[in-house]
């Protein structure tokens, strides 16, 4: 039922941009927060930013802050993430989540939902 789509992911030069799309299906998109989360190649998760229900509160890892903007049409049910000043360091596959607020240091129990994520390369 639920389902969550990435796209937009690509290959793109150090200082350039790329915005990811996650189109959202099977449930009340706006009750919810969203998340995206990613993965460089070796590496484990790493949560990139949070939104809230109605998009009107944001937040950022550190890595991230200042750089990538997260953003929500409710409307639409689509999640955005715009990447800007792309760095070699954020190549990874980009994960659209579903947060189900339940506290814990689980990934699976954290986010019940994911898409199947699109690659972002950043490299020259």
């Known amino acids: 039922q639920v389902q969550l789509v990435e796209s937009g992911g690509g290959l793109v030069q150090p200082g350039g941009s790329l915005r990811l799309s996650c189109a959202a299906s099977?449930?009340?998109?706006?009750?919810?927060?969203m998340s995206w989360v990613r993965q460089a190649p070796g590496k484990g998760l790493e949560w990139v930013s949070d939104i809230n229900s109605g998009g009107v509160a944001t937040y950022y890892a550190d890595s991230v802050k200042g750089r990538f903007t997260i953003s929500r049409d409710n409307a639409k049910n689509t999640l955005y993430l715009q990447m800007n000043s792309l760095e070699p360091e954020g190549t990874a596959l980009y994960y659209c989540?579903?947060?189900?607020?339940?506290?814990?240091?689980?990934?699976?129990?954290?986010?019940?939902?994911w898409g199947q994520g699109t690659q972002v390369t950043v490299s020259s």
């Open positions: 989540a579903r947060d189900s607020t339940v506290l814990g240091n689980s990934w699976s129990l954290r986010y019940d939902y």
């Open positions: 099977g449930f009340t998109f706006s009750s919810f927060y």
